[in-house]
């Protein structure tokens, strides 16, 4: 399901049927508590969502993967925002992984192979901000990707996540490495992948 082309999603009750997939376009903010407790959710694509509000998503007990795509110049987790999200295990903020035949030379971006396979593009600037207990309680959390850009996250946000299990991939980014340094969450660069 696709939601498109809206300032804010305010709450909408999702409706049950056999979509686990959706999908939010060009929609600036997810309103807190717009989707909290809601079990219809297995993947979430967020392309040009600025912010995610307070509580937006929390206790969705079957969403397992969240992927952003494109960020203008920002992009907010507000508190509690995937909170309790216990099978959620992956998190892509903003950033192009592209597999290709040959390395893109048209742009800054840093290639990465895989077993000398497919090289992978990891791009995107912006301003990511992930506040206190956005993820707190995703215990099946392992992976999230970090794009370029700076990234604010608070000392909580990963709070009960199992954090010697969890993995920051990075390209060039000082502030999630730092901050994977600090919590004992382990850090790979994008380019050892």
Known sequence: ????????????????????????????????????????????????VKIIGASAFENCPDLQVI???????????????FKDCQRLH??????????SDKKNEQNDSITCTENNKNPKTLQTNYNLTIEKDAFTGCTALRTVVFGNGSVRIHDDAFTGCDLDKLTFVINDNPDAERFAREHGIRCVHADNI
Not at 7 to 27: A, R, T
Not at 67 to 81: G, S
């Open 1 to 48: 399901m696709t939601f498109k082309n809206a300032n804010i999603l305010v709450h909408y009750s999702f409706i049950p049927n056999n979509l686990k997939y959706y999908k939010f376009i060009n929609i600036e903010e997810i309103s807190n508590a717009a989707a909290k407790n809601c079990t219809l959710i297995e993947s979430a694509i967020f392309d040009g």
């Open 90 to 99: 992956t998190v892509i903020f903003p950033c192009d992984l592209v597999f």
């Open 67 to 81: 992927r952003f795509k494109k960020a203008e110049n920002a992009l907010e987790i507000r508190i509690k925002a």
